[in-house]
């Protein structure tokens, strides 16, 4: 009898983007290992699935480790990581110091864990990957939300730097998004001014990040680089 291939692991997928990608894998036959926050009906989703779901806060070091060690209770391979969990915090007054730790614990202090200490889980599978979802708005910059664009930057070079590093087996690379899904909430000002700042002005969904860790997951010559998914936004 064949053995199952290796899961992938996503991050943060309880919901949005994660979710989605978590459910196009699972569809395509590909077993999927999740971390979620909160508890959310994604979760349930995913796992009536099959996914094998694993709560987690990434906002400090020991959490960290200690979703590592779970994760290594339930497999003892991976065909791929996909560093999807996230936040979005704005600075506030008396507490700067508070959002710029916790957003560098959560976009660039659990990847680089995990990526250490799950490289040998990576290792076991015939072809290996990881993917950094970051953020279009570290090209520029941003003045409301200074801490989540440094800290989206920085996974930016981690990218880089794991890329040499496990290189030649296990292929590191980034997504770069910009407007992807509007919330509920979002009125129609706010989502016209919001289309107005790219070239090709559309709310493309979830599908162009799954075509994107698609596409770095069957690459065999992609390693070390970002994708912009942005439409068009440098060129306006």
Partial sequence: MASSPAPVLITGASQRIG?????RLLSEGQPVIISYRSERPGVERLKALGAITVQADFSSQESVLSFIAQLKDRTDSLRAIVHNASEWLAETEGHEGDVFTRLINVHMLAPYLINLHCAGLLQRSETADIIHIGDDVTRKGSHKHIA???SKAGMDNLTLSFAARFAPHIKVN?????????????DAAYRAR?????????EPGPEVIYQSVRYLLDNPYVTGTTLTVNGGRHVK
């Fill in 194 to 202: 919001t289309l107005a700042k790219s070239a090709l002005g559309i």
């Fill in 148 to 150: 989540y664009c440094a």
């Fill in 174 to 186: 980034g997504i770069a998004p910009a407007l992807l899904m509007f919330q509920p909430d979002d």
């Fill in 19 to 23: 979710l989605y990608c978590a459910e």
